[in-house]
């Protein structure tokens, strides 16, 4: 289990994180998203022990993760920005990888190469940005961590490739328990793979759940009425929009809750919706410094 407790850090009087607690169930994967600049990439440059917090804790399995090399060799991290020294081709990072990671698997390398278009001799400075995320996936899953630590990871992926590489973490999550912490602009992906969620804002997380009672939590209202419409006050509304004569609604609360106070309003039509990750993250951040317009919904 991943364990973050109050963990701050500042850049030049800038606080870039501010008292962030973050709990990740071992053998999840646990999908951290927010607005560009809320601190997803410096929080996971703690998890992996390349900053220094300023306060607070970052615990692995109860071991705190800086200056400790013996948690660092369970941890393999894929950052956006993937850098490999411009001379190495293939065999020189498996060599690295080798001498960092105890557990590397040859065996487990000679099956996932070919799985892969890539020339082992090739320089990897030559190899394309969707390239060098291969090379990447096929390091770490080789290093057989306890926990993946991934940065925008399927950006420059093409489909069949994320497809692939998805397969190949939950395969390594189902056999070994391996557990995924990953940060993604791609809801609609994360939506299918995650089984936790935080949403960070200006360096907090602001919301942290496991994603079944998130959706669980929030839904979309459509209803008509005869005449005009009744007064909501008796629902948790984020958000109204009218279409034609249907009402749309987003509210808070648990679905039986929603229905039987919609009921008593008598519309003459009524249905109740699951919002998508990215529709709840939106109307999470609504009222945090965000101008959502009502059309959206």
């Not at 411009?86 to 487990?108: G, H, T």
Request: glycine share 6%.
């Amino acid at each position: 289990m991943i364990k973050v407790l109050n963990l701050c850090k500042s850049f030049d009087g800038f606080q870039a994180l501010h008292n962030v607690n973050v709990t990740v169930p071992k053998g999840s994967v646990y999908g951290i998203v927010g607005p560009n600049g809320s601190g997803k990439t410096t929080l996971i440059k703690h998890m992996v022990g390349i900053l220094i917090p300023d306060q607070g804790t970052i615990k692995i399995d109860e071991n705190e993760v800086f200056d400790n090399p013996a948690v660092k060799k369970r941890i393999a991290y894929i950052p956006d920005d993937i850098y490999f020294f411009l001379q190495d081709d293939m065999k020189d990072m498996i060599n690295s990888y080798r001498r960092v990671y105890p557990a590397f698997n040859d065996e487990r390398l000679e099956k996932l190469i070919p799985l892969f278009p890539l020339d082992p001799k090739m320089p990897i400075r030559r190899f394309s940005r969707g390239m060098k995320k291969h090379v990447a996936f096929i390091m770490a899953l080789c290093s057989m961590p306890d926990v993946l630590v991934l940065d925008e990871p399927m950006d420059g992926l093409d489909p069949v490739a994320r497809r692939k590489v998805w397969s190949l973490l939950f395969q390594d999550i189902a056999e070994r328990e391996t557990t995924v912490f990953v940060s993604s602009h791609n809801l609609r992906e994360l939506e299918d793979v995650c089984d936790h969620v935080g949403i960070m804002h200006r360096g907090e997380v602001v919301l942290e759940r496991s994603l079944d009672e998130l959706q669980n939590n929030i839904f979309k209202l459509q209803m008509a009425f005869r005449n005009e419409s009744p007064d909501f006050n008796s629902l948790n509304v984020l958000a109204e929009h009218k279409v034609g004569s249907v009402i749309q609604l987003v509210v808070r609360g648990e679905r039986k809750e929603i229905l039987d106070k919609a009921v008593m309003l008598n519309p003459l039509m009524i249905d109740v919706l699951p919002l998508s990750l990215e529709e709840i993250f939106i109307h999470e951040l609504g009222g945090m410094d965000y101008a959502i317009s009502s059309a959206i919904i």
